[in-house]
């Protein structure tokens, strides 16, 4: 008998906890999200300063526009693991194997009738989607089902699909995609190229799973805290299955971008955007310990990272420069959180004393 007193009690402490956080990482969600606007504002502005016939060139303001995406729908990806309180190390692979899948069967069918490889287009996306979906599954049943650390689930994943797609590439780099897929990639809507667009319109689906839909609810209590949410029915494993079917995904849909982009495949295109992504993420006001996350940040957070590399080479800067500017940016703003954050908790102490 005591002891179900001592659950119950630890899962209404734990449930207080989580509606504490809650209200907190609305706060943060807010504020983090006024910061990175403040931050595109002010990037811009430095670099159109430093060297504004370069950095508003109509070429520059396309390339970042066309450069954001790919990062930005894996970054996402990235924001979603985060949020149930797991990491997604994976997603590059994952996103590279869609494309090499995507490639391939597009050469192997146009080698006897480029015409039907054409007309098969449809087919050869949802093959790519569907390799995107089983690497999110492999993920979520080493997660949710097996119970592996989500960080060394997701390396050993990572692993396991670069070396696939060396075998399967020969460590060569893969020639050839749809024509349709090459002609979206470089159309625009109104000046603005059709990619940026995916990623605007991705970016709001995903907004509306996380806000608008009890999934998103889920994901978020599991994310604040695991014991409250059990205790509050949410099968944990049912929701981190679908939280990195998601995630799996959009890794496929940004192989789809990758493609779309560059019509070329290999093993270790984007090597460099699984840290960029974590960065991202955590710099557009996503919880590293899971808990909340802001959609609109992380996407302002890509297009600052973005327009700041831009910016860099405007002004002939290096990528080791830019690597560091991004370390330095990163580390600022979690100073700047832990801070704050630790202001909160005494202002909470503070109030709690006298009615403890």
Not at 91 to 111: G, P, Q, R, W
Not at 251 to 279: C, E, K, M, Q, W
Request: charged share 10%.
């Amino acid at each position: 008998m005591n002891d179900v007193r001592q659950r119950s009690a630890r899962g209404i402490n734990d449930s207080v906890d989580a509606r504490w956080k809650d209200l907190l990482g609305r706060v943060h969600v807010e504020r983090s999200a006024r910061r990175m606007l403040l931050l595109v504002v002010l990037a811009f502005a430095v670099f159109t300063a430093l060297n504004p016939s370069v950095f508003l060139g109509p070429i520059n303001l396309q390339n970042i526009a066309l450069a954001t995406p790919e990062v930005g729908v894996l970054a996402l990806a990235m924001m979603l693991a985060m949020l149930s309180g797991g990491i997604d190390l994976s997603l590059v692979s994952i996103a590279n194997l869609t494309a090499i899948t995507m490639s391939t069967l597009y050469t192997a069918i146009a080698a006897n009738d480029p015409a039907q490889a054409e007309q098969l287009f449809p087919l050869i996306l949802l093959a790519g989607l569907a390799v995107g979906v089983l690497g999110g599954f492999l993920n979520g049943v080493l997660v949710a089902w097996i119970g592996i650390t989500p960080i060394l689930a997701t390396l050993g994943t990572m692993q396991i699909y670069n070396g696939l797609a060396v075998a399967w590439t020969g460590g060569k780099t893969l020639y050839g995609s749809p024509s349709a897929l090459t002609g979206f990639g470089q159309s625009t809507v109104g000046g603005v190229p059709t990619l940026f667009v995916v990623f605007v319109l991705v970016a709001l689906a995903i907004g509306v799973v996380v806000n608008r839909t009890p999934l998103g609810l889920k994901v978020t209590l599991q994310g604040a805290n695991p014991t409250a949410a059990r205790f509050s029915g949410i099968n944990s494993s049912r929701v981190l299955m679908s939280t990195y079917l998601t995630t799996g995904l959009l890794g496929g849909i940004a192989g789809v971008l990758f493609l779309g982009r560059n019509p070329t495949a290999s093993a270790d295109y984007g090597a460099s955007y699984v840290l960029l992504v974590v960065v991202i993420a955590v710099l557009g006001g996503t919880n590293p310990n899971g808990g909340f996350a802001t959609v609109f940040g992380v996407v302002l957070a890509a297009l600052t990272l973005q327009i700041v590399q831009s910016g860099f080479t405007a002004v002939r800067l290096s990528i080791f420069e830019y690597s560091i500017a991004q370390g330095l940016i990163l580390v600022a703003v979690m100073v700047f959180d832990q801070v704050k954050w630790r202001g909160r908790r005494r202002s909470r102490l503070a109030v709690a004393a006298p009615g403890a």
